[in-house]
Nanobody
Framework: QVQLVESGGGLVQTGDSLRLSCAAT????????MGWFRQAPGKERESVAA???????SYLDSVTGRLTITRDNFKNTLYLQINSLKPEDTAVYYC??????????????????WGQGTQVAVSS
C-alpha cells in the first residue's frame, strides 16, 4: 500500500520561499509519475507540477518560474520548491503518485493516490 506524507508547509509572508517534502513508501518515485496538487479554500483541487522517470517536468502556466519539482531517489522523497510566495498560493498542497513509465502530465486522472496534504498560508 502506497503512503505519501507531506511536510514543510506553514505560515509565511509574501515573497518568502518554502520547500515542501513528500516522503513515499510502497512505490518508487524514480519510476512512477509524481506530482503536486493544491486546493485553495472554496476552490477545486488543481495540478501545479509533475515529474516523470525521465525527469521531464510539467507546470501549471500560472506558477511556471516560481515552482520547481524535484526528487531524491535515494530518499524516495519528492520536493516542491516555491519561491516568491504570493497570497494566492495559500492552499493545502498534496503529493500524488501515478503509474510507472507514465509521461509527465498535469491531468488528475493520471494519478491514483494522494497524501493527506500540508497547509501553506501566505500573508500579505
Amino acid at each position: 500500500q502506497v503512503q505519501l506524507v507531506e511536510s514543510g508547509g506553514g505560515l509565511v509572508q509574501t515573497g518568502d520561499s518554502l520547500r515542501l517534502s513528500c516522503a513515499a513508501t510502497g512505490r518508487n518515485i524514480d519510476t512512477n509519475l509524481m506530482g503536486w496538487f493544491r486546493q485553495a479554500p472554496g476552490k477545486e483541487r488543481e495540478s501545479v507540477a509533475a515529474i516523470d522517470w525521465r525527469d521531464t517536468t510539467s507546470y501549471l502556466d500560472s506558477v511556471t518560474g516560481r515552482l520547481t519539482i524535484t526528487r531524491d531517489n535515494f530518499k524516495n522523497t519528492l520536493y516542491l520548491q516555491i519561491n516568491s510566495l504570493k497570497p494566492e498560493d495559500t492552499a493545502v498542497y498534496y503529493c500524488a503518485v501515478g503509474a510507472k513509465w507514465t509521461p509527465a502530465s498535469l491531468r488528475a486522472n493520471f494519478f491514483d493516490s494522494w497524501g493527506q496534504g500540508t497547509q501553506v498560508a501566505v500573508s500579505s
